[in-house]
């Protein structure tokens, strides 16, 4: 949202904006966001796939468990770096 | 079971215990705009990694493409509702009493703020072009 309103708010509010995501804390921040979201988008297909009644037996649902974390990592260091190469605005 | 009962009709019974009719509604909005969330998500992640860069030229020519202003609208309406609804389930289980209402009630408010900021920011770099004023 905050780079929605500055990319609407003028090229100045913009460059401010961009500069606080060059900013290695921001970076940092946004990084663990990223996996929060990926997470949660795994694991929300996850639960969807619980609502349609399959995989969720004990076992099956361990493994999907430790399944959606290593893909969680994986993904969130493919998006990362994806958006590394391009200027590090991610 | 005493006299009284006999003569309650089940709906006696169950009234005011729960809710009727809207019971499953927060939980299907919920799956609804998971779904929305998610495939918006992707389509956000891959068209701004097509972009190819992030300076302020390209980001607001993405932005005022129409099918992108739309989606984005879509997105950021979706994911705050999504998030609205993730953050009251949280807030119900763990507060009670009047800190409950206070957490729903701002969380709320917060939830629109930022839908509508986001929604009105989408629509000033996409209506600029139409309008004519530099942004």
Excluded at chain 1, 78 to 90: P, Q
Excluded at chain 2, 10 to 17: F, G, I, K, S, T
Aim: hydrophobic share 60%.
């Amino acid at each position: 949202m905050y780079w929605l309103v500055s990319a609407a708010s003028g090229p100045t509010a913009y460059a401010a904006a961009q500069a606080v995501f060059a900013n290695g804390i921001t970076q940092l921040v946004l990084l663990a966001g990223l996996f929060a979201f990926v997470y949660h988008f795994l694991n929300g297909i996850r639960h969807l796939v619980w609502d349609a009644g399959k995989g969720f037996d004990l076992e099956v649902a361990r493994k999907s468990g430790i399944a959606v974390l290593i893909a969680a990592v994986v993904l969130t260091g493919v998006i990362a770096s994806m958006f590394t190469r391009l200027g590090g605005a991610a | 079971m005493n006299l009284q009962n006999q003569f309650r009709t089940p709906a006696r019974n169950v009234a005011a215990l729960g809710s009727a009719k809207s019971g499953v509604h927060h939980w299907w909005m919920q799956r609804v705009s998971a779904v929305g969330v998610a495939i918006l998500g992707i389509w956000f992640v891959v068209s701004l990694y097509c972009l190819g860069g992030f300076d302020y030229v390209s980001v607001t020519g993405w932005i005022a493409n129409p099918c992108n202003a739309a989606l984005l609208v879509l997105w950021v309406g979706a994911l705050l509702y999504h998030s609205k609804l993730g953050i009251q389930v949280v807030v119900e289980d763990y507060f009670r009493g009047a800190t409950k209402t206070v957490m729903l009630v701002l969380s709320t408010l917060l939830h629109v703020a930022l839908a509508v900021f986001g929604v009105v920011a989408v629509l000033r770099i996409a209506l600029s072009i139409i309008l004519g004023s530099a942004v």
